[in-house]
């Protein structure tokens, strides 16, 4: 299963089993949060562009600030490597609204598929040890196996994590995060904080106006 199909896979899931507000999503940069945007951009995104390596920190901070809100982090295995200090700081603070998918093609795929050592490093045993009460790794799935665990790692005991192994490959010109980066953060914050009720609602209408600031178009940054 390729990472696309994966993430395309979870993400109906959440849409069918979630109701609205649904949940905060947290998108590591690269790849993974240009393929979450292309199944469906929404105001509870918030894709940490450029930066790697700090998705499930800033899933962790808003988990402990919102603990009545659900919030769902994507991470790749080269960001949570580089990160992997959360872990045991998740652990320690066992946030119950916290959700940990990883998906893991033991590659930096969206620089060109520099091997990491995902594939001598298994994270969920990590995650396990580092006191998350329940984690799932899944060997190349196939979609049903997928959606199944997917509807398990929603209703098992927070913190949570869900690591798929998927194949190498990134969809060819898959489109970037249209959003700016001040754009992303002030739109998440209305739904984060509950000035807007719906982080699934159209995009359009959250989107804040920013005087005197011009667009500088798509993003540039992984
Ligand atoms: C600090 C830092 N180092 C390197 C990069 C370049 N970079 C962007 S995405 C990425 C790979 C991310 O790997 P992973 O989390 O495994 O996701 P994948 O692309 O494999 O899906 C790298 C190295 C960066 N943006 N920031
Ligand atoms: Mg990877």
């Known amino acids: 299963m390729r990472r696309y199909d994966a993430i ?50 800033i899933g962790l901070g808003l988990a402990l600030s919102r603990p009545n809100q659900e919030v769902v ?33 033991q590659a930096h795929g969206s620089t060109g598929n520099q091997r990491t050592v995902a594939e001598t490093v298994d994270l969920a045993a990590i ?12 060997e190349g799935p196939t979609s049903e196996q997928l959606r199944s665990a997917t509807r398990e790692l929603l209703l098992a005991p927070a913190p949570a ?11 060819p010109d898959i489109a970037r995060v249209t959003p700016t980066p001040r754009e992303i953060a002030v739109r998440f914050r209305k739904v ?15 989107t804040p106006e920013f005087p005197g600031e011009s667009r500088q178009g798509p993003s540039r940054f992984t």
């Open 127 to 138: 995650a396990r040890a580092a006191g998350y009460p329940w984690t799932t790794r899944l």
């Open 192 to 206: 984060a904080t509950g000035e807007c009720s719906r982080a699934g609602g159209d995009p359009a209408r959250n």
């Open 73 to 105: 982090v994507f991470d790749g295995d080269g960001n949570l490597l580089m990160g992997m200090g959360t872990l045991a700081t998740v652990g320690a603070l066992q946030p119950r609204n916290l959700r940990h998918i990883v998906l893991d093609n």
């Open 8 to 57: 395309h896979e979870i993400r109906s899931v959440l849409d069918e089993v979630l109701d609205e507000p649904g949940p905060l999503l947290v998108l590591c940069n690269g790849m993974i949060g240009r393929e979450v945007f292309a199944t469906g951009d929404r105001p509870g995104n918030f894709y940490m562009l450029g930066s790697m390596g700090l998705a499930l920190s």
């Open 161 to 171: 994590a869900l690591l798929i192994r998927v194949e190498k490959g990134n969809i």
